[in-house]
């Protein structure tokens, strides 16, 4: 019995054994390199990137109650379904926003750590915060798209930070992710600083959807990923641009949101 047992478990194939023994030892190695710390305050952990239960604490969660379309927290619980003033007043291109944290302090240095000191490492993590902000719209969505960068600012940042989170995501909750569906073909002036009316003439016309991605995105229920919501001109433009190629359903889903607080 003990020999028919032991013949029946699968073999691990000796490449895939090697390929474990050598993740497992280059993770241990930068480990000793670069020993984990908190992605906040740089506290050293045990393992892998997190935070520590000071930083975590500062993290200002969006929690329910919020608008079931602009994902906007609300002081107090007004019901099931309600939306805030801004979504009745200003319908969204998109179907609904969801946000893991507001836009301050330990988010922001997250953001800024992802984005600008190359520390591609954080986006598991967010990703995973992003999963259970998404409300299972993630699970229900056919395909996850980020928000994508015009080619030239993709040669001076080196990666771009939406498509980071997206393949994260897409990894956590096993839906495909479409890179290259939609392009930024027009080299617009960076956002910070501008008003909300410049920011939507900034990024009027800047995006499209390639031939490919036209075929893969008509009639899906789409997650559109980008690591901050602002004034939201830059998602409009791409939510439209989505929309007029035939997409049935659009979730926008960022780490964070700029708002000065629950309404």
């Given at each position: 019995m ?46 892998g ?30 019901g099931?379904g ?34 600008y ?20 719209t993630i ?14 600012r ?12 997206a ?19 027009k ?66 889903l ?7 607080g629950?309404?």
């Open positions: 003990g020999e028919i047992e032991a013949e029946a478990l699968p073999a691990i194939p000796l490449q895939q054994a090697l390929a474990r023994r050598m993740k497992a030892f280059a993770g241990a190695a930068l480990d000793i390199v670069y020993p984990p710390a908190c992605a906040g305050c740089g506290l050293l952990l045990g393992t990137a997190g935070l520590c239960a000071h930083c975590w604490s500062r993290l200002a969660l969006i929690e329910r109650p919020y608008c079931e379309v602009l994902g906007t927290p609300f002081s107090h619980d007004l099931p309600i939306l805030s003033a801004d979504a009745i007043a200003h319908p969204p291109p998109f179907d609904r926003l969801r946000s893991v944290a507001l836009y301050d302090d330990l988010a922001r240095i997250l953001v800024h750590s992802l984005k000191r190359d520390r591609t490492d954080l986006a598991p993590m967010m990703a995973q915060w992003m999963l259970r902000a998404g409300d299972g699970e229900a969505a056919d395909v996850i798209v980020p928000v994508p960068l015009h080619r030239l993709l040669v001076w940042r080196k990666f771009n930070q939406a498509a980071e989170l393949r994260a995501l897409g990894a956590l909750a096993g839906r495909p992710v479409l890179i290259d569906a939609v392009r930024r073909i080299r617009t002036r960076r956002q910070i600083g501008l008003n909300p009316r410049a920011r939507e003439e900034n990024v009027r016309g800047a995006f499209a959807i390639t031939p490919a991605g036209r075929e893969a995105l008509f009639g899906k229920r789409v997650v559109l990923i980008d690591d901050v919501y602002t004034t939201g001109a830059t998602i409009a433009a791409v939510a439209r641009t989505l929309k007029r190629a035939g997409v049935a359903d659009i979730t926008v960022t780490f964070a949101r700029a708002l000065p629950p309404i």
